[in-house]
């Protein structure tokens, strides 16, 4: 990512144009300060569980989530306001989601925690329902909201705000922008096979990489997942010391307390805190996975590029196309194969006032696709800077957060190295009084 991501600067974008809402981001920070967390203060707080009826009139049970907001400006006077409250769906976090995804084409934007549970070691459950998944959903989801609401232009969006301060009526305030048309016709497109001819380089190479990354953090996370199964199974089976002990001790006099009280080391101690161990364990784990889902997102800027740029080939070839139409009407001279020059060899000549025709409707059909080129031009030289920019602010962020989750991961197994020495130590001294 270091290579494939180059310091360029360039300009952001607003949902129609990124060079129009540089300027208005401009004036929002000036205004009310960069990112939404530096005027709001946003939390997720609680899930609840809830019964009710889907589209289909179906009973369902389902997960909401209590976000709680408060004013920065209030915190920093002294003051410690109520917060304001709302509930939130899964689904509703989804649709806010695939809003940003498509309105924002050039930025990275944040994934979602995992719907259902993926990666796991066979202790934990992949109930979508299991009150520890939900927790960690609850965590993941805050972590999204918190992303998005400290991006510079994500956290600007008017539809952003309504989500979190509109209990009622957001939805129909997104649809009301059109955003799913253009959804539709944008996922038809990149559903479909093209190839471009003059590919960016930075992009493929950005492109790739976002597939070596996701490659690489699910690899590390089944690696975590077997480790995690084993290691669990290790400690469990040193249960057994305390009942072997317990049993030893019934028949020994000046042993007995020793192996009793060793075995209860064994047993109750270091058997047992391999649940909690493993249990922090899967904060690491969801950071990353985090970055699994992040790759794609990275990935999804990389295509729009390419479709972008499609795009304005195809369409620069179809103005030449038109051109070379126009300039052997104008001479009457057609290539040897031209479709044009077999129907003239079959039918014979058109009349001045058929050329005359074609050609005006050749000349506004030039003009339309000069300006469609132009468009396009500009179109995919504003997508590269602002997507360039964003790239260069993900690679930050990543190599920051991987540092710290990998870090932090070190230091906790040491820790519960530390910890099992402490035990063996214990039991060690045991033995010795025996």
């Not at 997507?387 to 230091?411: H, P, S, T």
């Given at each position: 990512?270091?290579?494939?991501?180059?310091?360029?600067?360039?300009?952001?974008?607003?949902?129609?144009?990124?060079?129009?809402?540089?300027?208005?981001?401009?004036?929002?920070?000036?205004?009310?300060?960069?990112?939404?967390?530096?005027?709001?203060?946003?939390?997720?707080?609680?899930?609840?569980?809830?019964?009710?009826?889907?589209?289909?009139?179906?009973?369902?049970?389902?997960?909401?989530?209590?976000?709680?907001?408060?004013?920065?400006?209030?915190?920093?006077?002294?003051?410690?306001?109520?917060?304001?409250?709302?509930?939130?769906?899964?689904?509703?976090?989804?649709?806010?989601?695939?809003?940003?995804f498509?309105?924002?084409?050039?930025?990275?934007?944040?994934?979602?925690?995992?719907?259902?549970?993926?990666?796991?070691?066979?202790?934990?459950?992949?109930?979508?329902?299991?009150?520890?998944?939900?927790?960690?959903?609850?965590?993941?989801?805050?972590?999204?909201?918190?992303?998005?609401a400290?991006?510079?232009?994500?956290?600007?969006?008017?539809?952003?705000?309504?989500?979190?301060?509109?209990?009622?009526?957001?939805?129909?305030v997104?649809?009301?922008?059109?955003?799913?048309?253009?959804?539709?016709?944008?996922?038809?497109?990149?559903?479909?096979?093209?190839?471009?001819?003059?590919?960016?380089?930075?992009?493929?190479?950005?492109?790739?990489?976002?597939?070596?990354?996701?490659?690489?953090?699910?690899?590390?996370?089944?690696?975590?997942?077997?480790?995690?199964?084993?290691?669990?199974?290790?400690?469990?089976?040193?249960?057994?010391?305390?009942?072997?002990?317990?049993?030893?001790?019934?028949?020994?006099?000046?042993?007995g307390?020793?192996?009793?009280?060793?075995?209860?080391?064994?047993?109750?101690?270091?058997?047992a805190?391999?649940?909690?161990?493993?249990?922090?364990?899967?904060?690491?784990?969801?950071?990353?996975?985090?970055?699994?889902?992040?790759?794609?997102?990275?990935?999804?800027?990389?295509?729009?590029?390419?479709?972008s740029?499609?795009e304005?080939?195809?369409?620069?070839?179809?103005?030449?196309?038109?051109?070379?139409?126009?300039?052997?009407?104008?001479?009457?001279m057609?290539?040897?194969?031209?479709?044009?020059?077999?129907?003239?060899?079959?039918?014979?000549?058109?009349?001045?006032?058929?050329?005359?025709?074609?050609?005006?409707?050749?000349?506004?059909?030039?003009?339309?696709?000069?300006?469609?080129v132009?468009?396009?031009?500009?179109?995919?030289?504003?997508?590269?800077?602002?997507?360039?920019?964003?790239?260069?602010?993900?690679?930050?962020q990543?190599?920051?957060?991987?540092?710290?989750?990998?870090?932090?991961?070190?230091?906790?197994?040491?820790?519960?190295?530390?910890?099992?020495?402490?035990?063996?130590?214990?039991?060690?001294?045991?033995?010795?009084?025996?």
């Amino acid at each position: 990512m270091a290579d494939a991501v180059s310091e360029e600067s360039g300009t952001t974008g607003d949902q129609h144009s990124p060079s129009s809402d540089l300027e208005k981001n401009k004036n929002n920070t000036m205004a009310e300060g960069s990112t939404l967390t530096q005027r709001m203060e946003i939390s997720v707080t609680e899930a609840e569980k809830r019964n009710g009826k889907n589209a289909v009139n179906m009973q369902e049970t389902f997960t909401v989530y209590l976000i709680e907001t408060r004013p920065m400006a209030a915190i920093a006077e002294g003051h410690n306001p109520a917060p304001d409250s709302l509930w939130r769906r899964y689904s509703e976090f989804e649709l806010l989601r695939h809003y940003l995804f498509v309105t924002y084409p050039f930025i990275i934007v944040p994934p979602l925690p995992e719907k259902r549970a993926e990666f796991v070691w066979h202790k934990l459950s992949a109930d979508n329902m299991d009150p520890d998944f939900v927790e960690r959903r609850r965590v993941g989801l805050e972590n999204f909201l918190l992303r998005v609401a400290s991006h510079l232009v994500l956290s600007n969006d008017k539809i952003l705000f309504h989500f979190l301060t509109e209990e009622h009526g957001w939805k129909e305030v997104v649809y009301d922008t059109g955003f799913q048309d253009k959804a539709d016709s944008r996922i038809r497109a990149l559903s479909a096979t093209f190839r471009v001819k003059s590919p960016d380089k930075r992009f493929t190479e950005t492109k790739h990489y976002s597939d070596e990354l996701q490659s690489h953090t699910s690899q590390v996370l089944r690696t975590r997942a077997r480790v995690a199964d084993r290691l669990y199974g290790v400690y469990k089976v040193h249960a057994n010391y305390g009942r072997v002990f317990s049993e030893w001790s019934a028949i020994e006099k000046e042993m007995g307390d020793g192996l009793q009280s060793a075995g209860h080391h064994m047993d109750a101690r270091y058997a047992a805190s391999i649940d909690d161990i493993l249990e922090d364990e899967e904060h690491y784990a969801d950071q990353l996975k985090e970055y699994l889902f992040f790759a794609e997102a990275l990935r999804a800027v990389c295509r729009k590029h390419e479709l972008s740029q499609f795009e304005l080939e195809v369409a620069s070839q179809d103005l030449i196309s038109k051109k070379q139409q126009r300039e052997e009407l104008a001479t009457g001279m057609f290539r040897a194969f031209s479709f044009k020059g077999m129907t003239n060899k079959l039918f014979g000549q058109e009349t001045p006032e058929q050329r005359e025709a074609k050609l005006k409707l050749l000349e506004e059909q030039i003009v339309e696709g000069e300006d469609a080129v132009k468009d396009k031009t500009v179109e995919c030289e504003e997508h590269v800077k602002a997507a360039w920019v964003d790239m260069q602010r993900f690679k930050e962020q990543k190599d920051r957060d991987l540092r710290e989750a990998l870090y932090r991961y070190a230091l906790m197994q040491i820790s519960m190295c530390k910890k099992g020495i402490q035990v063996w130590g214990n039991a060690k001294e045991c033995f010795q009084k025996m």
